[in-house]
Every structure is written in structure tokens, then in C-alpha cells.
């Protein structure tokens, strides 16, 4: 006997779904890898809290332009992932 047809043979992801979580999984990592630089960078925060921003300041500029393209591929890449998860 044939089992009957069911919805679930190709399996599907939302792609709005798959970028949002990706995105926010990328938030964190980022956001992490930030926190570990700052305290490479600067293992003992000095009185001055100036300093400390001054510091900060300076990975930022250097991470931020190398990141944003990254980060836009990646985010690109769900929606075409989550329209073909699977390719027979």
C-alpha cells in the first residue's frame, strides 16, 4: 500500500526565521569577541575611565570596517539558504 503524500518530505526553514536567529547569534559572538579584545587590549582597567573609552575606540574603528561587509554576506546568504535548505 502507498503511504499518503506528506507536506513534510522536503524539509523547509523560514529565511526570515534563519536571519533572525543567525543575527542575533552573530550580535553575541560579536559582542563577546569585542569584551575578550577590550581585555587583551587592556587587562587592567586604569582609574580613568577615559583611557578605557580611548582604548575601546581605537578596536572599534579598526573592527568595524571589516565586519559590517561580513556581517551583510552572512545575513544575505540566510535568505537564499532558507529558500533551498535542501538540494536533491
Known amino acids: 500500500m502507498l503511504e499518503p503524500a506528506s507536506e513534510y518530505v522536503q524539509p523547509r526553514v523560514s529565511p526570515y526565521c534563519l536571519a533572525a536567529h543567525l543575527t542575533s ?4 559572538y560579536c559582542g563577546l569577541l569585542f569584551w575578550t579584545v577590550l581585555s587583551v587590549v587592556m587587562p587592567e582597567p586604569p582609574a580613568e575611565s577615559i583611557a578605557w573609552v580611548c582604548g575601546s575606540a581605537k578596536v572599534k574603528i579598526l573592527a568595524l570596517p ?12 540566510t535568505f537564499v539558504a532558507g529558500n533551498d535548505a535542501v538540494c536533491n
Do not use: D, M, Y
Not at 547569534?25 to 553575541?28: G, P, S, T, V
Not at 571589516?66 to 546568504?77: K, L, R, W
Open 25 to 28: 547569534a552573530f550580535l553575541i
Open 66 to 77: 571589516a565586519s559590517i561587509p561580513v556581517c551583510i554576506t552572512v545575513v544575505f546568504g
